[in-house]
Nanobody
Framework: EVQLVESGGGLVQAGGSLRLSCTAS????????IGWYRQAQGKAREPVSC????????FYVDSVMGRFTISSDHAKNTVYLQMNDLRPEDAAVYYC????????????WGQGIQVTVSS
């Protein structure tokens, strides 16, 4: 069974950076799509970014375009989300998810990791 583990969250000041990691076990990422989602307190979970490992295509929601970068390290079975110029509205629990049917996948989920941005 696929297990996803997020890491790299924490507290950062507005304008700062964090890099989230999503590492898979039980399967390889090679042909899957990996997505990052977030859920702020009191709000619905929303997609943030996605990478299709089969062809390398990446996707971003408008609110993070130009600030966040998704990348994949196949050797480490890990997908990263580099988050720059963080804003208070980026604060949320971030989840990664994987699946075999393209972006945005929902087959397997990580447990989530907190990102807090202080103003």
């Amino acid at each position: 069974e696929v297990q996803l583990v997020e890491s790299g969250g924490g507290l950062v000041q507005a304008g700062g950076s964090l890099r989230l990691s999503c590492t898979a076990s039980g399967a390889t990422f090679d042909d899957d799509a990996i997505g990052w989602y977030r859920q702020a307190q009191g709000k619905a979970r929303e997609p943030v970014s996605c990478i299709s490992n089969s062809d390398g295509k990446t996707f971003y929601v408008d609110s993070v375009m130009g600030r966040f970068t998704i990348s994949s390290d196949h050797a480490k079975n890990t997908v990263y989300l580099q988050m720059n110029d963080l804003r208070p509205e980026d604060a949320a629990v971030y989840y990664c998810a994987s699946g075999a049917w393209g972006c945005y996948p929902t087959d397997y989920w990580g447990q989530g990791i907190q990102v807090t941005v202080s103003s």
